[in-house]
């Protein structure tokens, strides 16, 4: 009984020190990180001159999938829709919608070609084969985090790849990092 007297001072102790020491969830991604992370890379991508079709007219793209390698659950897709409406914005692509990495995002470009020889349709107006434009350039992302030791500091880098189809080689590459601190 003695002996377990002595312990509980020392187990207390260990119970404060314990507590004053939790460790801190990385701070999380917000609306606004996805805003600024994909306007920066997309001023560097339309500065960059890659999107200029030397023949003139404009690039067909697809955005392909954006992965996310960090511990926290992050909505990709709002990433990729701001991608896709700051490149339509700047009028110097068009985005397919038809082909994308898990399938088209709209599969109705190719559900209406199923009313083909459809008595009920005017023939004239349903979409015939060989009308769909494939995608010259796909972009592609990923999003990882990095928390270094001792910090309550964790970077995000968002990085995104354009990609000449045709020939498979990347022709831009870009990367922002967000840093988040969390309360101590």
């Known amino acids: 009984m003695k002996t377990l007297a002595c312990f509980i001072p020392v187990l207390a102790a260990a119970l404060v020190l ?3 020491s939790t ?28 999107l200029q079709k030397p023949e003139g007219g ?14 926290m659950e992050l909505d990709t897709d709002m ?5 896709r409406v700051g490149l339509l914005s700047s009028g110097k ?3 397919t919608t038809a ?16 009313l083909a020889n459809d008595d009920d349709f ?3 107006t349903v979409a ?11 972009i592609s992302g990923k999003i990882i985090s990095s928390t270094p030791r001792g910090t309550n500091r964790t970077d995000y880098y968002f990085q995104l790849s354009l990609t000449q189809i045709k020939t498979g080689l990347a022709i831009w590459e870009g990367e922002e990092r967000i840093t988040k601190v969390s309360a101590e």
């Open 128 to 138: 015939q084969k060989g009308q769909m434009i494939a995608p010259e350039l796909s």
């Open 122 to 124: 005017n023939q004239a």
């Open 23 to 50: 460790i801190q969830p990385p701070p999380e991604l917000d609306a606004e990180d996805f805003e600024y992370a994909a306007g920066k890379a997309l001023t560097g991508l339309i500065n960059s001159g890659c």
């Open 58 to 71: 404009r690039y067909v793209v697809a955005i392909s999938r954006v992965t996310n390698n960090t511990t």
């Open 79 to 83: 990433l990729i829709k701001k991608i």
């Open 99 to 114: 082909v994308a990495h898990l399938g088209p995002e709209d599969a109705m470009s190719k559900n209406v070609r199923q």
């Open 18 to 20: 314990c507590s004053c």
């Open 93 to 95: 692509v068009v985005v």
